[in-house]
């Protein structure tokens, strides 16, 4: 019989493998399977903690209009996030995703104004590519890290998906290195997941005085990379119908024959008729 650390090790692979959108209907499925919900209510609080980080889910932050990520950068201590955007540290419950709490924090930074410039050149980028999706421009006083997401949920019709892409720059050095990253699902009569991602790195004039001017050459180079790996993936998934999908199809019978659909067309008919 397994052990509870065994038994945790597979809930904990299955919770933080849930498709985008779906992990409570994932934890429904484990908990009947685990049968045992002492031990998941000791631990679950920390998988959804692992989960919401690494997938950078989004929450709205307490009085504001808009969204924060929920990052490791942004992490201050325990459950407790910080949203650069309004300068407020707020409480996240993992498990319900949501925030509550809400209290204003000032971090004192030389990277201010460059953080700033590029949070406001991301939103302007977030509006023309991800209409639908959240932008945070963390600083931790050396590293700037830009975290985009944009979840399209349709249960409807059998499809979840998630773009997510995380930039980091040295503002002394202007070089950015990104990891983007997609997950699609599709589960109508099936299960089949697309999961994609690549690593970039770009190079823009360091930045100096004019921060908006760097903010605007950084998001242009960043388009253009994530630009390229969508369209990359875009000319694989044409390309599998003619290539993968292909494969796996046998292209003649085991009798190396070709059928004749016309001659068994006449078969059939001439047998109808023989009958009557």
Request: with cysteine.
């Amino acid at each position: 019989m397994a052990s509870d650390e065994e038994k945790l090790r597979i809930v904990t692979s299955f919770l933080l493998d849930s498709p985008p959108g779906e992990i409570n209907d994932v934890f429904n499925d484990v908990r009947v399977l685990l049968d045992d919900d002492a031990l998941l209510q000791r631990h679950i609080g920390d998988i959804f903690a692992q989960y919401n980080t690494q997938q950078l889910v989004a929450v709205s932050v307490p009085g504001q209009s808009h969204q924060v990520i929920i990052a490791s950068e942004g992490q201050l201590d325990g459950n407790r996030f910080y949203d650069p955007r309004s300068k407020q540290a707020f409480a996240v419950d993992h498990v319900r995703q949501a925030a509550s709490d809400p209290e204003p924090v000032e971090q004192d930074s030389p990277n201010e104004p460059l953080r700033a410039a590029m949070e406001e050149a991301g939103l302007k980028y977030l509006a023309e590519h991800y209409p639908d999706g959240v932008i945070s421009v963390f600083d931790d006083g050396q590293t700037l890290t830009v975290a985009i997401v944009d979840s399209k949920y349709n249960p409807n019709n059998f499809w979840n998906g998630r773009w997510r892409s995380v930039w980091r720059t040295s503002p002394s050095t202007g070089e950015l290195k990104g990891e983007l990253k997609i997950n699609v699902h599709y589960y109508e009569d099936g299960n089949v997941q697309l999961n994609s991602s690549k690593e970039a790195t770009v190079t823009v004039p360091a930045a100096s005085d004019n921060a908006s001017s760097f903010a605007t050459a950084a998001f242009k180079q960043m388009a253009k990379a994530e630009g390229e790996f969508q369209n990359a993936l875009n000319e694989s998934c044409a390309q599998l119908s003619e290539t993968t999908f292909k494969a796996l199809r046998r292209a003649l019978p085991v009798t190396r024959n070709k059928i004749d659909w016309h001659a068994i067309s006449a078969y059939k008919i001439g047998a109808e008729l023989s009958t009557k």
